[in-house]
């Protein structure tokens, strides 16, 4: 390879909190650079949470987050004219940000009145193992399961 690997950007921790995988979430969650609307949201969201569990939010959240964080993906891999899909790895960092996507992705397809409701409604939904979020992870698990004899063909 001719140009190097990019640095690895510095994320700072968020201020409520203070934990950079929440800046990480909101800096997926905003749009059109509004991080300020971002943090309003997700601590709404939060705040939805704890009043309907009865428990701590922020914990809530990172269960949540574990839950929808696939371990396995299918790749395709072209092979003398087939294309295979093979099961691999995925590496811990790409795994949380796949998480956080699906997250943000399946709470902002759900009606309801606002982003607050909708991603407090799919962190609950992730937290009981149920929901869209939490379903593909389980549709990523069983495609690479379905797949496990070219896992051979693996570079």
Same mark, same amino acid.
């Given at each position: 390879?001719?140009?190097?690997?990019?640095?690895?950007?510095?994320?700072?921790?968020?201020?409520?909190?203070?934990?950079?995988?929440?800046?990480?979430?909101?800096?997926?969650?905003?749009?059109?650079?509004?991080?300020?609307? $971002?943090?309003?949201?997700?601590?709404?969201?939060?705040?939805?949470?704890?009043?309907?569990?009865?428990?701590?939010?922020?914990?809530?959240?990172?269960? $949540?987050? $574990?839950?929808?964080?696939?371990?396995?993906?299918?790749?395709?891999?072209?092979?003398?004219? $087939?294309?295979?899909?093979?099961?691999?790895?995925?590496?811990?960092?790409?795994?949380?940000?796949?998480?956080?996507?699906?997250?943000?992705?399946?709470?902002?397809?759900?009606?309801?009145k606002s982003m607050a409701n909708k991603l407090a409604s799919e962190i609950m939904a992730a937290y009981k193992e149920e929901g869209s979020a939490f379903k593909k992870k389980e549709d990523t698990h069983r495609m690479a399961e379905a797949n496990k004899a070219f896992?051979?063909?693996?570079?």
């Open positions: 390879m001719r140009k190097s690997k990019p640095k690895k950007r510095i994320i700072l921790p968020d201020p409520r909190f203070n934990e950079t995988v929440v800046t990480k979430f909101v800096n997926n969650m905003m749009e059109r650079g509004k991080k300020n609307h $971002a943090y309003e949201i997700f601590y709404d969201a939060i705040d939805m949470v704890t009043e309907k569990i009865k428990e701590d939010g922020l914990e809530v959240w990172k269960k $949540a987050l $574990a839950n929808v964080t696939p371990n396995v993906e299918v790749r395709s891999r072209r092979i003398g004219g $087939a294309t295979f899909q093979i099961p691999s790895e995925i590496r811990p960092s790409r795994k949380q940000s796949i998480g956080m996507k699906n997250m943000i992705l399946f709470a902002r397809k759900r009606h309801e896992s051979h063909f693996r570079f």
